[in-house]
């Protein structure tokens, strides 16, 4: 009977318009279209075959993740690598019933090896574009920042994206957590703000509930990438749920990352009952083992999820989105209507 209640939950939210807040597009790069490109740019890759890289995403922490992560950017040399690259998520994502997505690039991690920053964003946001007239998906683009380089290379990566910052609709804190504080890119999340830009960071996955509380109130974040660690301190968790920033949370990645040891332990289902706004995402899915749905199913089989959770769960991946008053006013509207019906 459980089971039963389970499958048709997972189907419930397979099918339902969602939107994805929590996607590197780096982190979407499948094994079959990094060997295709580094055919055709020339670059060899360490590996030899899509079984051999699928084969080493075993890890046991986000640094050892990170490693080939950055390894596997490394094919990405020009505009329409990037464009293909963000068209496969993008069709990936629209067979999820993905209406409406938050991407982040990495741009250092591809200025540094001498490809064009406008390269990078014109290939990404031209998919971004066709997305919206051929698949009916809407996107913000986020760019972040790698926290392990100095705030002096943010701020240069800053100056640089300024040509761009119509294309651009946020900054984000990225890549290796621990000994990189927030604190470290006040500065430049400050020059960000000042622009207008929305302002996220990773905080929380491996790193202290100290490091949520420097990205709200040294960075001024509109939202925390993961946050599990938040629950760790009473005042913190209060704090979230009385100002309604919210949580982008990611089952699978915390799981092949070792943030959690077993999915039945993943902290959803207390972030919800604390009155968060937390919502499900894929964060690096070609790394991680599954798309958004995935996700869904993970949590909502492993945590036994009831309906009103996987509602709550829908429902804030809009609440919790960039979008306009209007267009998230619609796409609830959208889910609403979805939810009626089945
Ligand atoms: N870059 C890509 N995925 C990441 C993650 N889960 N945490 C930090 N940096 C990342
Ligand atoms: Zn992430």
Redesign the pocket.
Known sequence: MTHRTDTNLTNLAANAPKAELHL?I??SFEPELMFEMARRNGVKLPFASVEEIRAAYDFSN?QE??DI?YQGMSVLLCEQDFYDLTWAYLTRAAADNVIHTEI?F?PQGHTERGVKFADVVGGISRALEDAKDKLGISSKLIM?FL?HLPESDALQTWDEAQPFLSLIDGVGL????VGHPPSKFKTVFAKAKAAGLHLVA?AG??GPPEYVWQALDDLQVDRI??GNRSLEDDKLVTQLASTGICLTV?PL?NLK?CVVDDMKEHPIRKMLDAGLCAMINS??PS?FGGYVNANYTAVIEALDLNRAEVETLLANSFTGSFMDAPAKGQALSKLDAYLSGV
């Open positions: 590197h780096e982190g986000l993740f990170l992560y982040f990495d972040c926290r990225d890549s290796s957590e990773h996955e491996e990438d993961h990611c990645s990352l964060d690096d790394y």
